[in-house]
């Protein structure tokens, strides 16, 4: 158990419908990441959030946006889903801003079926 | 774009038997790390190699970077079922980018 949480653990929806995905990092944990995993793209960063404020950027598509809250609890919101937006989305927490030069702990993902 | 190609994509072989996994790019990298994902969780930090030419151990896990900081490999002795799982490797630079990555089955 790394201490991250990340709820519903599967989400099946529709194409054009918008779904909220949720991650508690560990306590402490000040940095939150965001990845998608698929068959054919791999394990992909998305976005980070440190203390409340976006950090960095990847792979993320327009129609996804995502929140850190005061409580450091993290928020992905995904919209217009589409075909292609079926993955694994993990969260992860680090204790610093420059979580790639420390360890990342991953939650057990949400597994989300667009249909 | 950074991209880390690993190989073999896929590798199944009796326990007992030692194996390779190797991690290629073509961008120079600060550091790597390895990680080990089991089905229905997320992936597990196994190391980070900081240094070109570092060789770390992990009881029967050997990693080593590469000189020039592009490449690594994940050598396993005498393979056991506990070690079946997607291995993962990731380089550091701005973000952490992740390698194809080698799924393992070890069959008893």
């Known amino acids: 158990d790394s201490g991250v949480t990340q709820t519903p653990k599967h989400l099946i929806t529709a194409t054009g419908q918008r779904v909220t995905l949720r991650c508690s990092p560990r306590?402490?944990?000040?940095?939150v990441y965001w990845y998608q995993q698929s068959l054919d793209q791999g394990l992909q960063f998305l976005i980070q959030?440190?203390?409340?404020?976006?950090?960095a950027k990847g792979n993320i598509l327009e129609r996804f946006s995502a929140q850190q809250f005061p409580d450091l609890h993290s928020e992905l919101n995904l919209s217009s889903l589409e075909l292609g937006d079926s993955a694994l989305y993990f969260c992860a927490s680090s204790v610093t801003e420059r979580g790639a030069y420390n360890e990342q702990f991953f939650g057990p993902g949400t597994r989300l079926t667009v249909l | 774009t950074q991209l880390l190609e690993q190989s073999p994509q896929f590798l199944s072989i009796q326990e007992g038997e030692n194996l390779t996994v190797y991690c290629n790019s073509s961008?120079?990298?600060?550091?790597l790390q390895w990680y080990r994902q089991e089905p229905g969780e997320g992936p597990v930090l196994l190391v980070t190699?900081?240094?070109?030419?570092e060789v770390k151990k992990l009881k029967r896990l050997t990693f080593q970077f590469g000189d020039a900081r592009k490449d690594s490999s994940l050598h396993i002795t005498a393979a056991q079922p506990g070690d079946t799982g997607l291995y993962l490797c990731?380089?550091?630079?701005?973000?952490?980018?992740f390698g194809t990555g080698t799924r393992l089955t070890i069959i008893p």
């Open positions: 961008s120079v990298f600060s550091s």
């Open positions: 990731a380089g550091i630079s701005e973000k952490l980018t």
């Open positions: 959030y440190y203390n409340g404020e976006e950090r």
């Open positions: 190699v900081v240094t070109g030419g």
């Open positions: 306590s402490g944990d000040l940095s």
